[in-house]
């Protein structure tokens, strides 16, 4: 014991920094670990995670809710009005991104998009006009994810609007999204100005149609490809398309010349196309949810099938709760901002997108594409960083989808709830920022956490439908 005492003092510290800096202050050499108790501290949430951690029925879920997920096989077949393809939108109901939200809680943008869909499907003549139906009660607003669809920002779906048809090719699931309009003044950030309403008419009259008939030429485009080969040429499918939009057109070029359409209208389709390096963001997002409806709704499963945001609330689905949503507020977004904006002009989190990072890609790959980081702000090596730390909230790595620069490494793949609550990891999304006024648009692009709130209740949830297991099974 003498001996013991003579030795140079080395401390472990675990937990507060504070204990660390004053031994550190006293002269001894102390090695700091971080911690905090799983669920920040929640007793009846840490209680449930301890019975859901390393049970066989939740491991046994999740398997079988990952396994879907992983063989999903997107297939674009085709784009359709969505009154043809989702019946209860034939009447006066209007699809948007994120959780349940009622009109007078709709913020700026969303409620722009809104007025803009009416407008739009003739259903009022003015803008005052528009606002006026909306609130009165005479629309039915329903999250796309209900629907099967998904939207970027707003995410508004009007019956009229051409959607993207993804189906699953190795189950029976299908799943929608809209058309991306491009950047400027777009409906999604909730402009609705004549030039917004001339758009989307071309969009239906012109691209929608011309890119059905060169689908059905082509026989489908099969989507997994295109995301394996996108991520090697430094994308991640969710801010950062521009090689994958790039390949959709060359995969589409044989179909567009073969649709039948006037000449005039393919160039203009394919000038379009060109000129938009996000044009195949929605359809990622349409074959994400796709992957992710195969893998819900499987009893006891914690795994994370939705992540949206209505600009109001962030809210999750879980495979083994799947008719419920756990909401928290939507946070800001932390990042970098357009000449003359600045955080007090922006809406919080908004929009389905975060679809790709459930789905494993995004913020999730935002190694595969360092180069992001000068449209969200930080460091090619923070890049890399999101992608490691996002390993420590998922079941596998999706060998489907490789990163180069981490040895091919596949992207982290299955939100583990129980593993967000547990290690107190959030989700990280890659965002585009919108202004809280409608019709401003994008004011710049970020990162984003999801609120570890929504995760807790999952938990609850969860282990409210878990009888207890034999004590003979232990625990």
């Not at 398309?241 to 567009?256: E, M, Q, Y």
């Not at 890399?384 to 998922?394: G, K, N, V």
């Not at 490789?402 to 709830?417: E, K, Q, V, W």
Request: glycine residues 10%; hydrophobic residues 45%; aromatic residues 6%.
């Amino acid at each position: 014991m003498t001996d013991l005492f003579a030795q140079p003092l080395k401390v472990l510290n675990v937990g507060l920094q504070s204990f660390a800096d004053s031994v550190a202050a006293a002269g001894a050499t102390v090695s700091h670990v971080e911690w905090r108790p799983p669920a920040s501290g929640d007793i009846e949430v840490g209680r449930t995670l301890a019975r859901l951690i390393n049970d066989p029925r939740i491991e046994q879920a999740n398997q079988t809710a990952l396994t879907a997920l992983l063989a999903a096989q997107p297939v674009l077949e085709d784009i359709k009005p969505a009154r043809e393809l989702i019946p209860s939108i034939a009447g006066r109901l209007i699809l948007h991104a994120g959780p349940p939200v009622s009109w007078d809680r709709m913020c700026g943008p969303m409620q722009g998009a809104v007025i803009g869909a009416i407008l739009f499907e003739e259903w009022a003549r003015t803008p005052e006009e528009a606002a006026k139906l909306a609130a009165s009660g005479s629309i039915s607003y329903v999250p796309c994810h209900h629907h099967g669809a998904v939207g970027p920002m707003a995410g508004i779906i009007s019956p009229s609007m051409p959607v993207w048809v993804v189906a699953n090719a190795a189950g029976r699931n299908r799943a929608f999204s809209n058309l991306n309009e491009g950047l400027g003044k777009v409906l999604r950030f909730g402009a609705n100005s004549p030039e917004v309403l001339k758009r989307l008419e071309w969009m239906k009259t012109v691209l929608g149609p011309t890119l059905s008939s060169a689908l059905r030429s082509v026989g489908g485009i099969e989507i997994n490809p295109l995301t394996a080969q996108g991520l090697h040429m430094g994308d991640e499918l969710h801010n950062r398309n521009t090689a994958t939009s790039a390949l959709f057109l060359k995969r589409l070029l044989p179909g567009l010349l073969q649709s039948g359409r006037s000449l005039d209208e393919i160039t203009e389709v394919i000038r379009f196309i060109a000129g938009n390096d996000h044009f195949f963001l929605n359809v990622s997002m349409a074959a994400c949810k796709a992957r992710l409806d195969a893998a819900h709704g499987v009893q006891h499963s914690t795994l994370v099938t939705a992540m949206a945001r209505n600009g109001v609330e962030f809210g999750i689905r879980v495979s083994g709760a799947a008719d419920e949503w756990f909401t928290a507020p939507a946070p800001q977004v932390n990042g970098l901002y357009f000449p003359k904006y600045g955080p007090e002009d922006a809406a919080p989190d908004l929009g389905d997108s975060a679809i790709t990072e459930t789905s494993g890609l995004g913020g999730f790959a935002m190694a595969a594409a360092p180069a992001i980081v000068q449209f969200v702000g930080g460091a090619p090596s923070d890049a890399e960083a999101y992608t490691r730390r996002m390993r420590r909230i998922t079941l596998t790595a999706n060998t489907a989808f490789t990163i180069p620069f981490l040895g091919f490494a596949g992207t982290p793949t299955g939100i583990d709830a129980r593993k967000v609550v547990d290690r107190g990891i959030a989700p990280v999304m890659d965002t585009g920022i919108a202004h809280r006024a409608a019709g401003i648009g994008q004011i710049g692009a970020g990162i984003s956490n999801a609120p570890i709130a929504c995760f807790a209740q999952a938990i609850l949830a969860i282990g409210k439908t878990l009888p207890d297991r034999p004590a003979s099974q232990g625990r």
